[in-house]
C-alpha cells in the first residue's frame, strides 16, 4: 500500500510559479515509476510527466521548459516545479505511483492560474 500526498497549490498569475510536492508513504526507490497527471474542468486526465524509476523524465509537451520534476534529498518526497504558469495550466494536479503491479493515486491538488 502506498499513500500519497499532494501540497503546494494554490492560485497565482499568469507568469507565476508554483512548487508541487508528492510525499509518499514508502522510499521513493522502492516505487517503479512516479508520474503527475492533471486534470482541469470539462477535460479528461493528462499526463504532465512520467517518470519511470532510472530512467528519463518524460515531460508533455505544453509544459516542456516550463515545469521540472525533482526529488531533491528527500528519500520520499518528489517536487514538481512550474515557472512561467499560464492560465491553461489551471487544473487539479495529481500524484501517482506504480509499484507492485499497482497504481496508486494522491487526492490531488488545485492549481489555478489567473490571466
Known sequence: QVQLVESGGGS???GGSLTLSCTASVSISSINAMAWYRQAPGNQREY???MPA????D???????RFTVSSGNAKNTVYLQMNSLKPED??????VAWRRDRWYWGQG???TVSS
Request: a positive charge; aromatic letters at 12%; one cysteine or more.
Open 12 to 14: 497565482v498569475q499568469a
Open 54 to 57: 532510472g530512467g528519463n523524465i
Open 109 to 111: 491538488t488545485q492549481v
Open 59 to 65: 515531460y508533455t509537451e505544453s509544459v516542456k521548459g
Open 48 to 50: 504532465v510527466a512520467r
Open 90 to 95: 489551471t487544473a487539479v494536479y495529481y500524484c
